[in-house]
């Protein structure tokens, strides 16, 4: 019932409002809905299960993409090197891809948005070390830490598991992803802390810590909610360009990044469909989180109401 109440709250509300009246956001929202539906529920809906090894065949390898109503194999989008079904190996890849992109930025938001309230809220020389420290992280460029952390996991964990290499992943993404987190927090909190409602607070007795966690954050967190949408789609194109070089999830897995790579290999000699519709569900999935994160921009940016 509260969940009821709390939905027709935000129907009515501005952001509401401004959702119901944006196509370009109800399109990508409704796109977005389906690819994550899809990843989530791979196993019910896809038509084949890439990882059961028992179900593929070495004589379906690298057909074309076919829909033969009257046969008994149907690969709507073709198959793979393996005769993996490309449609399902995209809804499993898509769960990899999405699962690291969430997890990822949920850890960037923690680290990022715990270091930034603390870096504003309390100065002096936590703010200049924590501050300098994001200058050290943006020196380099996201992807190549990525690429040394990946690639270090995987030299100190060469039997690692598939759960393990992905937490490796999420953590080498993380690395530098808490730092934009952090520096907008800082400003917003640099503005939050010098208001009537703090000072009333720091009078009665309250501590820092309460002051943080009860008053002001819930006054920062809205650039972060909006910097959390775009970051995402960022996240799963770092996640699918480190399996497309090979240090990101394990080769056996039928990720995004694995099937662009494993397709490009036979790019040329006309298997196009092996990593044209990998790269073409890649596209479609951040494009469609961008275009969330630009519409939830302005409807929570008061100066464009």
Not at 81 to 93: C, F, K, T, V, W
Request: proline residues 5%.
């Amino acid at each position: 019932m509260q969940i009821k109440q709390w939905l027709i709250r935000l129907g009515n509300s501005d952001v509401g409002y401004s959702f119901r009246t944006s196509p370009v956001a109800m399109a990508a929202a409704t796109i977005a809905f389906i690819c994550i539906f899809c990843a989530v529920f791979a196993n019910w809906v896809a038509p084949h299960n890439p990882f059961d090894l028992s179900t593929l065949e070495l004589s379906e390898a690298r057909l074309p993409p076919s829909w033969d109503p009257l046969g008994s194999a149907k690969f709507l989008l073709g198959t793979d090197d393996q005769g993996r079904d490309i449609l399902s190996a995209l809804m499993y890849g898509a769960r990899i891809s999405l699962a690291v992109g969430f997890a990822s930025v949920a850890l960037s938001v923690l680290v990022g948005v715990t270091l930034g309230l603390l870096s504003g809220f309390l100065g002096g020389w936590v703010d200049s070390f924590l501050m300098r420290l994001c200058d050290v992280m943006l020196s380099f460029p996201a992807i190549l830490v990525a690429l040394l952390i990946a690639g270090v996991g995987r030299a100190l964990f060469p039997n690692a598991q598939d759960g393990l290499a992905l937490a490796v992943l999420i953590v080498s993404i993380t690395l530098t992803g808490w730092v934009q987190y952090a520096r907008t927090v800082r400003g917003s909190t640099l503005v939050e802390r010098n208001k009537e409602y703090v000072q009333a607070a720091r009078v009665t007795g309250v501590s820092k810590l309460r002051i943080m966690r009860r008053h002001v954050l819930p006054n920062v967190m809205g650039p972060v909610l909006v910097l959390a949408t775009i970051q995402v789609a960022t996240a799963i194109i770092i996640e699918a360009t480190l399996s497309f070089l090979g240090v990101g999830a394990p080769p056996t897995s039928p990720s995004l990044g694995t099937l662009i790579r494993v397709g490009n290999d036979y790019l040329f000699s006309g298997e196009w469909w092996i990593t044209v519709f990998p790269g073409m569900m890649l596209v479609t999935i951040s494009l469609s989180v961008n275009l969330l994160g630009d519409w939830l921009r302005d409807a929570l940016n008061p100066r464009l109401r």
